[in-house]
């Protein structure tokens, strides 16, 4: 019933859980002091309401009164500010056998590079149980690595390293947000961030694979540039499939009907938005500049190869014939 | 006052001239007031068709009634109006200026020309900001973060940054002309313990103008400089560096908050005393703390930048200090509500605004303790929680205040009365949306949904449309003072020269009041809020 | 307004005879000068913020950015930088010696010294822009070919460039840098003088205001307000710029540094 009314948030780091007991304390207190005051704002307005033959009693004040309500209150946000404090000192103090992730963020995508080697483009795959250090700059603008169920945020800035730490406690696919307005395309700059248990974790790591042909180079400098991370081999991503694409019908969002050719291809890694497939949302980044032309040969083989020779097996489900996928969106 | 029954009409500040002129040239700050009313509305107005734009988006997670640039103006602008040219000004240029010369018994503000010089750099700022808007706006933020602003949008940044400059002056001006004439032209016998206390909060709010605004306009010029001529202070890519930016930024920008606030609590502090017929309780209390508002809101500038990349040190100091400045909020909290206590309370048109108000501003203030602590602020800052936040405050709290105000003293600024029965209806209409509008945004605030964002993941739908409905009923409850306020000027009962049977100076002079306000420079003998010797108001505002 | 004898009735009204300078809503012409005189007092207050933004920028660079602050501090012009102060400090003796003469009657005098002060403060502006285009011509405006190559050559030990004779790629990064921060001090010094010139500017047009009011003998020694309050005006610029000096003009110039 709460599938599209959810009420908390996922939590899937250390901090999550002390931080939602904070926030929790703090609600509790917020809504006894709001039910107080509207419950004596309306005891008062009742009792006292104007009546004839009533009149008013004067009184001053009260020193004892406004000493004691200033402070009673001054306490308790003593003891939020020690609590907010303890938490923030231990998200500002990384451990030290951290495993590291450099990100790199641009105008609008994340790019992400794990000690280890991996690249990954608006992605991010760490195990769990393991503490993972963030190590951020940004190439142009302020942006915000925040993942919410995590309950971790940190401005990413230009011109210096800022750092984030989490341990992600619960397997699963979590949202990642900029959360600080970058431009035009600020709101999709967002990714997931996918918690694995630690063998899953290894094999994807070393799924990494060396290459060959110009096809098999460009499978490889597919999988580097990030593309595969929403291009997914057979099921759906945040972007088409690109098997079977080539040299077949594509419907556009805005009803135009196009054929995959080298071009199409072409216009779609350098300008993306330029003729978006339906029911997909304009968030690919533009590779202009940041593919050359030899890349571009490397990648359009790539997608060339996807398609099932014609003598062979059958096309798999989500784009018959290579037409339109279905929307992603839910 | 008996012979209010002549047949000629009475002279007073709105029937004294007539004529365009007499209007753009005067320097009678009730009708300066009047100027500031309308251009303010206008802004308002403009303000909340972005915001009506902004919630229409929202109903769906795919980004479709906009494009993504036109989204990202729509919220700048929503926010650089409704802050710089509506809130700034609302209360203290249309209420205070209308109002503190009435209150401490003088003719006029101590610089009537510099008065209306404030409203004229308000119109040149207003239009140059509508230019602004009109060839393609302007998409950073109401914040204009760098390097955002200064090296990447391609917008109009250097228009909207100079407008939101020149509009300073015009705050500073206001403020000067308050904090002078609270200071010299008090009526013999007002000392400053028998000060109406929204004098007081004036008098704090201008302090904040004053020594707040130009730090802003400053940080502007640079800003306008940097893009202009590439200075590159603000600018990492020539080693500037774009915290500084947003230290210079919410050094004035969190003061600001307190500009929209005080003076909504000024206005809580004569309508509370006046229908609950008592003093106001712990006065110099009530008094002190908009002081200390205003001292204290000066220190806590960096809570805004906890994920900035601040130091974990500045950190803690700037979060100890935020949580000092709820303590006077709160004693105002709690000395109003106590007023109530043993009251003969009435639940006229203003003090439903009032008692609204005491209530959300109560959630506001304690919201901003989630901001306030460090390790919960990590996780809600830039979401929809803070945007919750601070519309309570500044909606729920300083446009409830300017409403209530408005009704308020309406009799004296018009001479009508306006229709109480719709006077009502529209305060709860207003309480209703706004709540549903902004009461979800803590919710999907905390479930993770950024500001700002144009598109958003689908699970946070319900709530968008629940903030979109409020929305919708929050119109309708700005749109219908609108509409009766208007009608009752040509319909509305004439009223007498004190209809709530207050204490101020300002109700002791005529309604509308004459040119220099009073006939004769009144002498104080009593104490603020001696509502023990006045009696009780007859209903004239219950209309059949 | 009907009975508009009762405004003359009030108490505070009678006390003083009318004067022509008395604005309808002072009750005497005593609280209208304090009300004049504290209105200026906190504008001043409100234009050390003003300028506050600025050296607190200046402070935290010149802080990070030491080397470079130090080497484009000495590399002003001392002498040009000291002769605007003395004239400076001389504008405002005349402005106190004026508002002195005012209150003696003596308007002949006044209106000289006013003229002095005007002649002192074009004197200032025409030296900074003497300055400015002598700025201009070692490439020490931002953006307009800003080069620090005179910086560079002069101060090889303070920047560590000597350390770093050796190693080619480390050196040009290390110059590249030293252009990029030696640029962030000259864009502050443009900001900062160039606002207080501006604001000298005002000055000198208030001034000339000033000198003709005064001129058409509208200063008593009883009523010199306008006089007076810029007069307070004048001298804030004037302690903006003693500030200003040895903050950009003097802090480096230790001897043996």
């Known amino acids: 019933m709460f599938d599209n009314l959810p009420l908390w948030p996922t939590a899937a780091s250390s901090h999550a859980r002390y931080e939602d007991w904070l926030f929790i304390f703090l609600t509790v207190v917020s809504v006894v002091m709001t039910v107080l005051i509207f419950a004596v704002i309306a005891v008062f307005a009742m009792k006292y309401r104007r009546r004839h033959g009533r009149e008013a009693t004067q009184i001053e004040g009260s020193l004892l009164l406004e000493i004691g309500w200033s402070i009673a209150p001054l306490g308790i946000m003593m003891l939020m500010f020690a609590g907010g404090a303890v938490l923030y000192f231990i998200m500002r103090s990384p451990p030290r056998d951290s495993a590291q992730v450099y990100v790199v963020a641009k105008q609008w995508m994340w790019k992400l590079q794990h000690m280890e080697g991996p690249r990954e483009i608006n992605q991010l795959h760490v195990p769990v149980d393991r503490d993972v250090e963030l190590i951020m700059t940004s190439q142009d603008v302020i942006h915000s690595f925040y993942v919410p169920a995590f309950r971790v945020k940190q401005d990413v800035l230009p011109g210096r390293y800022t750092t984030l730490w989490f341990r992600a406690t619960k397997p699963g696919t979590y949202h990642l947000f900029c959360a600080q307005f970058c431009g035009t395309m600020h709101s999709g700059m967002i990714g997931e961030v996918t918690v694995m248990e630690s063998k899953d974790y290894q094999a994807w790591m070393t799924s990494a694979a060396p290459s060959g042909s110009l096809a098999q180079t460009g499978m490889t400098l597919f999988q580097q540039l990030g593309c595969n991370t929403c291009h997914l081999n057979d099921v759906q991503g945040r972007g088409p499939v690109l098997k079977g694409v080539y040299g077949n019908p594509v419907q556009l969002g805005d009803g135009r009907t196009v054929t995959a050719d080298e071009n199409y291809i072409r216009e779609s890694i350098l300008v993306p938005a330029a003729k978006v497939v339906s029911g997909f949302r304009p968030i690919m980044p533009s590779w202009q500049g940041q593919v050359n032309e030899e890349q571009l040969n490397e990648l359009i083989a790539y997608i060339k190869s996807l398609n099932p020779p014609p003598t062979g097996e059958a096309v798999t489900a989500g784009a018959p014939g290579g037409t339109t996928p279905p929307p992603s969106a839910k | ?544 | 307004m009907s009975d508009r004898a009762g405004i003359g009735e009030t108490p505070l009204a009678v006390e003083h005879e009318e004067r022509p300078e008395l604005r309808h809503h002072f009750a005497d012409v005593e609280q209208q000068r304090n009300a004049a005189t504290l209105g200026m007092w906190w504008f001043l207050g409100t234009e050390i913020m003003f300028f506050g933004g600025m050296f607190c920028a200046y402070l935290v660079y010149r802080r990070w950015y030491f080397p470079e602050f130090a080497a484009s501090s000495r590399s002003l012009d001392l002498i040009v930088g000291t002769l605007n102060t003395a004239v400076l400090i001389c504008s405002s003796l005349t402005v106190a010696m004026s508002v002195r003469a005012a209150q003696l009657g003596r308007r002949t005098l006044q209106v000289k010294l006013l003229l002095a002060t005007i002649f002192f403060g074009l004197v200032f502006l025409g030296v900074k822009a003497y300055e400015w285009n002598n700025k201009y011509k070692e490439h020490h405006i931002p953006t307009f070919s800003f080069s620090a190559n005179d910086l560079i050559k002069e101060n090889q030990k303070l920047f560590g460039l000597d350390q770093l004779q050796n190693d080619p790629a480390k050196l040009q990064e290390r110059k590249a840098e030293i252009q990029r921060r030696s640029q962030i001090f000259f864009s502050l010094y443009f900001a900062l003088t160039g606002m207080h010139a501006i604001h000298m500017v005002i000055g000198v047009g208030l001034f000339g205001v000033i000198t003709w009011m005064a001129y058409k003998g509208r200063f008593t020694p009883e009523y010199h307000t306008p006089l007076e309050i810029a007069g307070l005006y004048w001298h804030f610029v004037d302690i903006v710029w003693i500030y200003l000096f040895p903050l950009l003009y003097l802090i480096d110039r230790r001897p043996g540094a």
């Open chain 2, 1 to 544: 006052m008996a012979t209010a029954a002549v047949t000629t009409e009475r002279k007073n500040y709105l029937n004294a001239e007539y004529g365009i002129r007499s209007w753009l040239l005067t320097t009678d700050h009730k009708r300066i007031a009047l100027l500031y009313l309308l251009s303010i509305t206008l802004f308002f107005f403009i303000g909340g068709f972005f915001a009506l734009l902004i919630r229409l988006e929202l109903l769906t997670p795919a980004g479709d009634l906009l494009t993504a640039d036109m989204y990202n103006k729509a919220f700048t602008m929503h926010g650089q109006i409704m802050v710089f040219f509506f809130l700034i000004p609302s209360i203290p240029a249309v209420l205070g200026n209308f109002l503190i010369p009435m209150m401490i018994g003088a003719k006029d503000l101590a610089f009537p020309r510099i008065n209306l010089l404030s409203w004229y750099i308000y119109v040149a700022a207003g239009v140059l900001y509508i230019y602004c808007l009109a060839t393609g706006g302007v998409d950073t933020g109401w914040t204009f973060y760098t390097p955002y602003s200064s090296m990447f949008s391609n917008t109009h940044v250097v228009e909207a940054g100079l407008a939101i400059f020149i509009v300073g002056f015009s705050s500073i001006l206001t403020g000067l002309n308050f904090v002078v004439t609270v200071h010299r032209m008090r009526a013999p016998g007002l000392t400053w313990s028998r000060l109406p206390l929204f004098v007081w909060s004036h008098y704090a709010t201008s302090i904040i103008m004053l020594l707040g605004t130009p730090v802003i306009a400053i940080t502007l010029v640079l800003v306008v400089l940097e893009r202009t001529l590439n200075l590159g202070i603000f600018d990492p890519a020539r080693g500037g560096d774009p915290v500084l930016f947003q230290h210079l930024f919410w050094f004035y920008s969190h003061p600001a908050v307190y500009i929209m606030i005080l003076p909504s609590m000024a206005v809580m502090s004569e309508i509370i005393p006046c229908f609950s017929r008592k003093r106001v309780f712990g006065y110099t209390f009530v008094a002190m703390s908009s002081i200390a508002i205003a001292a204290i809101g000066f220190i806590v500038w960096a809570h805004h930048m906890f994920v900035a990349g601040i130091s974990l040190y500045s950190a803690l100091v700037f979060s100890c200090l935020s949580f000092l400045v709820a303590v006077p909020s709160a004693i105002k909290v709690f000395n109003w509500t106590a007023t109530m206590y043993k009251g003969s309370v009435s639940f006229s048109t203003p003090m439903l605004y009032a008692m609204g108000f005491i209530g959300l501003f109560t959630i506001g203030g304690l919201t901003g303790l989630f901001l306030a602590t460090l390790g919960v602020d990590v996780h809600v800052h830039d979401t929809y929680f803070v945007i919750a936040h601070f519309h309570y405050v500044m909606v729920g709290g300083a446009v409830m205040g300017y409403l209530g105000g408005m009704h308020f003293w309406w009799p004296k600024i018009s001479g009508r009365m306006y229709p109480e029965g719709w006077g009502r209806l529209a305060a709860v209409v207003v309480f209703i949306g706004f709540n549903l509008t902004f009461f979800p945004q803590f919710i999907v605030g905390y479930l993770g949904m950024p500001r700002r964002y144009w598109q958003y993941p689908p699970e946070y739908q319900v709530y968008n449309v629940l903030s979109t409905a409020g929305a919708s009923i929050l119109a309708v409850g700005y749109l219908l003072p609108m509409v009766y306020l208007l009608w009752s000027l040509r319909y509305g009962k004439i009223a007498p020269d004190n209809p709530w049977q207050a204490t101020g100076l300002e109700w002791r002079t005529a309604s509308p009041p004459p040119t220099f306000n009073f006939d004769e420079t009144p002498e104080v003998t009593w104490e603020a809020y001696e509502y023990d010797k006045m009696p009780l108001p007859e209903e004239v505002t219950l209309e059949r």
